[in-house]
């Protein structure tokens, strides 16, 4: 079987496939374009006669979960990144396999870390045919050498519970590994040694996915409460004697940057959100867990105390900041997808108006609405953007991929997105005449803002308008590309082979972008 | 003889710099090695630029092994030529252009609020410091550098001076004590320097020794625009002799206290309140102002208090200075707010100007302000008052005729 076939030229003119690992896929056709018809996707029927009416699914280990779950060859095997790099199980289910001789497993987990790179002995053995979700680090590096056995695919948090939901990937087995469950699967994120807040990333897996196992090191009598995941779905319990490693549960960039370039850039956004008009008694925003993003949220905690304002909400990536506003009355919610600090697990814990939402509430497009377009502002992050204001976010300037989507383009749809990024990263300028890959439509983006300047994408009369007398370094996007070019010098592109390596979904399903195999260089 | 050298940096936490390992053979030709961060993006272009080196010194036969975390230019050829005149005997200069941006002069009563210092031997931390908008970016040969890396800092910041942008900052360069820094003034004076800073100054000579060889610079370089020097006192003696220090030479457009050393000098420790150096201080500012140029106060080096850091601006002002070193970008807006005049200043000093206006428009010879006659240096000092409060953005430039 090919890899991939049928290429075509998507409405961003970039060249897809519509045929991937053998099955049927859409060219993206633009924002909004492409409207599905049809039915959810469905899964079993299943019944209580086969449950036990006590509601203990325990068994004895793993291994007998996931034979009892019929772990087979091919099958699509699901997990979740809530303990980030603290995970302990994803590596286990392919040991597992590996042992039994089960080949051509997809993998489908909501993100890898670098805990995982172990799994490339895997993928090199056959034991895992693909992944299909994120892929860093190392796993990112197999990726883009082309040495997967099939063709890789990104999406983004929310094009994953989209895909679910539609049916796009068919979970077999999904193993959720949480810090509190009863015996009859209920479980949180809030309670227990490895405690990480919520499981909203393995919502859909839950609801959708033939065979349910959850597995925790902290198991508490009916019920365990909050339910987050309802043992309803649950087929199977584990108890196994550590779940996660808590130290590495909590993820690396939870303070304020210290550098003073980023703080510049920090204080010149939150100036550009207050001149806008953005930032204003009631308004949410989301800032994620980077040093620049949470300096953000620090300059507009200042400006809500100044003003005697209070923000409505605030979408996070939640941690120590967002919670002492939450504690000192500047907002109303926080509305968390994933908690980045013991602080946000314990006020998640503790505070009702700290609420966990799930990709299905936040994110998922084929939807009745979600909560991302409804955000005022959002902060995001890029490797690089254009001058039609499309960014990359999966590869580096050298052409490898290295990151996921995560839920980047999902928020995307908020009333206004700013990615405040450095002009130039030791030497490679940011901005370019065209991204490498093409993650997000530049009609989604509506602000770059650099050390050296803010760009406003020329959609946004409204936003040039009112910026038109600021003091900040207002500019266009040529004239901050030629700037960073003045610097640095004007980089040469990495050389790419014809050979796809990983597709990038967009948040409706459809391929919006491919990552190609880097071309070698001879010696 | 020397065949082999050593210049730049490189280490974990080390970015923008680049490390050369040089040696010059009789034969082989040229061994190039390169490891860069950025080599899909600018291989080519470093490549070309150090054989267009190799080429300027006719060096046809050498092994290389250059280890780049993303180096610009100026960086990578300040970082060749330190080894090549190491190895070589030679007093010939590679230079790339001037950039137009680094032409520009500076007057004497400059506004000089915040000088912020940048270690000579360090890239990373230069490129950006122009963005924090310090009215004067400091490279620094003395004691930000160690005693082994003096030599390539040279080329580093003479480089640094034709290439880098300083956004509009006074460009400044600290030079070494006695020989060192008379030595060193060759590697910055060609290049458009606008001030020297001179450290332990404690005798007018030094200065006097310090121009005459600008001069000598000058004059062999043709060069008209103005160099200006900043003596920094840093002991003592140099207290004492404040006076005449500050009338060294004409150039002498401000003079600097460093409490650091002198609190050592004077074997008593450096305090928050600094009574310790009440005198010192006091002594610099009445120089300064005797002789007629600016009184520049010393580094606050918590780099982590800002409230601290506001509260010292503020004693400084108050006793008379009028600037002070910085250590970190984030320390020069706190600098210059709390330096630049405040509300009342302002409102007083409008006052003033306006029955000024006021009397001169009525023909009157006396300016008074309700019973109160009105001096005309108190005039000239509220006219720049005014015009520093417009400068510093606390005064619109149309306040005339705004009104109240």
Redesign the interface.
Known sequence: MKKYDKLVTNAVGRIVPEIINGEAHVAFQGVGKYKPTGRKHAPLIPTCADFPDDGNKLQPNLKEALIKAGLKDGMTISTHHHFRNGDLIAVQIFDIAHELGVKNLRWFPSASFPSQARLTEYLADGTISHIEGSMNGPLGKFCSDGKMEKLAILRSHGGRYQAIQDGDVKIDIAVIAAPSADAFGNANGTNGPAACGLLGFALGDSQYADKVIVVTDNLVPFPCVPWQIHGNHVDYTVLVDKVGDPSKIVSGTTNITKS??R??IAEMTAQFCEEAGIVQDGFSYQAGAGGTALSIGVYFEEILRTRGWKARFIRAGSNQYPVSMLENGLVDYILDGQTFDLEGVRSMRENANHLDTSPFTSYNYHSKGNFASMVDVVILGATEVDVNFNANVVTH???QLLHGIGGWQNCLFSKCTILPIPLF????PVIVDEVITLCGPGELIDVIAT??GIAINPRRTDLIEKLKDS?LPIKTIEELKAEAEA???K????EFTDEIVAAIKWVDGTIIDVVRKVKEELE | MITQAVAGNKGKKVRSDCHIEMEICNSGGRQIEIQSKVDVMFGKANRELINDILDFYNIENVKIQMFDTGALPFVIAARMEACIRKIENTDKAFLLNIEDFNTTDTLKEQQRFSRLYLPGNSPSMMLNAGIHKPNGLILDLEDAVAPLKKHEARFLVRNALRSLNFYGAERMVRINQGERGLEDLKYVVPHHVNLILIPKVEEAQQLIDVQNKIDEIKEEYNITHPIWLMPIIESAKGVLNAYAIAQATPTVSSMAIGLEDYTADLGVRRTQEAHESNFARNMVVTASVAAGIQAIDSVYSDVSDMKGLAENVKTSKSIGFTGMGCIHPRQVRVIHDNYAPDMVEIEKAKKIYRAFIEAKEKGLGVVSLGTKMIDAPVVKRAEKLIKLAIDTGKLDKDWINIGD
């Open positions: 003073p370039d703080l510049l300037s050298d052409g990263r030791d030497r490679i050390e050296r003091d610097i640095c010098g980089p040469e592109k990495p």
